[in-house]
């Protein structure tokens, strides 16, 4: 039986990650389309084909052939629709980062627990993909001894140029509480090494305002250009994160998990070596079976018509990682260390 599929928002993501992925499940049927206007709603309807175009959300929401939904919108608008969506029947499978803060998230996973017969999943932080099982194994196992050390850095030129329009990213009220990939590599970091108890956070806006694509405006920049957030993980780990998007050719990003054994050298791109103290670094590959790629859209099916559990990612482990982007937001706008 065809599972029928509506979409709320059809970003970049959406158009090259989501709908391609969705169409390739056997019996899936793209069948409306919700977008922030009917003429924008009307041209994804023509590029993929999809039937119907409706004037809002509620209207897709009330069509009763529609089963479940992918909501694509920006952060701001996530817990209204997951909730509304819930409410109406619909399984839900919702962009990445979760919510606009922590309050927001908890309560769209109170709602998906209101409805346990649905699926919620999140997209997930896809950088690990193939290496990710093996470097838990390897974390689990003892191959770096205690971890005493970790560095999350991910630096790029993109917000360089004032001339640059603004991008949704740096509005607040748009993205919430989320500043850059913050949030993406908290997600990371939980699946190999577990959560953070605390955090201290600082940052830079250096281009105070940019000009809105839309209306021509000048608008406040109210996001960060630059953020470091240092802390603890609940393993008793030193955890730093530097993101900054005013850094032309840096060439270090990635994650160095330091332990009194060996360290693990992670960079973007998902490779990585595995160096002891006294040895020679060795490549790591993944271990057979575990490299997965990108399966979004096909553990979401899977999830809705075989009851398979979300893994990647649930409701649950989205309130991790909001819990700690929602402490470090605090941190950032009192200049105090915050508890998790």
């Known amino acids: 039986m065809p599972l029928h599929i509506g979409l709320i928002g059809a970003g970049a993501n959406t158009r090259t990650q989501h709908i391609p992925g969705l169409l390739k499940a056997p019996d899936v049927v793209l069948a409306g389309v919700a977008n922030r206007s009917v003429e924008s709603g009307q041209r994804i309807a023509d590029e993929f084909g999809i039937p119907k175009v409706f004037d809002s959300v509620e209207a897709l929401l009330a069509d009763p052939a529609i089963d479940a939904v992918c909501i694509g919108t920006w952060p701001y608008k996530h817990r209204e629709y997951t909730?509304?969506?819930?409410e109406a029947g619909k399984h839900v499978l919702c962009e990445a980062r979760m919510a606009m803060d922590l309050a927001e998230a908890e309560d769209m996973l109170a709602a998906s627990e209101r409805h346990p017969g649905l699926v919620a999943q999140l997209v997930p932080a896809p950088f690990d993909f193939k290496l990710g099982p093996t470097i838990t194994r390897l974390i689990d196992e003892g191959a770096l001894g205690d971890i005493r050390e970790v560095t999350v850095n991910v630096f790029n030129p993109s917000g360089l140029d004032p001339q640059v329009?603004?991008?949704?990213?740096?509005?607040?009220?748009?993205?919430?509480?989320?500043v850059m990939m913050f949030g993406i590599f908290v997600e990371v970091i939980h699946r190999w090494l577990g959560d953070h108890t605390d955090v201290l956070a600082a940052g830079d806006i250096f281009i105070k305002e940019r000009r809105d694509e839309e209306t021509g405006k000048m608008l406040p920049v109210t996001v960060p250009d630059t953020?470091?957030?240092?802390?603890?993980?609940?393993?008793?780990?030193?955890?730093?994160?530097?993101?900054?998007?005013?850094?032309?050719?840096?060439?270090?990003?990635?994650?160095?998990?330091?332990?009194?054994r060996a360290t693990i050298r992670w960079k973007m791109g998902d490779s990585a070596v595995l160096q002891p103290i006294l040895g020679d670094a060795t490549p790591i590959d993944p271990d057979p079976g575990t490299a997965r790629g990108w399966k979004v859209e096909e553990d979401f099916v899977a999830s809705v018509r075989e009851g398979a559990p979300v893994h990647l990612t649930n409701f649950v482990d989205g309130v991790r990682y909001m819990r700690v982007i929602d402490a470090?937001?605090?941190s950032y706008t009192t200049g105090r260390s915050v508890a998790i």
Not at 165 to 176: C, E, K, T, V
Not at 233 to 250: D, E, P, Q, W, Y
């Open 83 to 86: 909730i509304k969506s819930l």
């Open 227 to 260: 953020y470091v957030v240092t802390g603890h993980l609940k393993r008793g780990a030193r955890i730093t994160c530097h993101f900054s998007s005013v850094t032309a050719g840096a060439d270090s990003n990635g994650v160095t998990i330091f332990g009194n």
């Open 165 to 178: 329009p603004m991008h949704w990213r740096q509005r607040a009220d748009l993205s919430g509480k989320n």
């Open 328 to 330: 470090a937001h605090t």
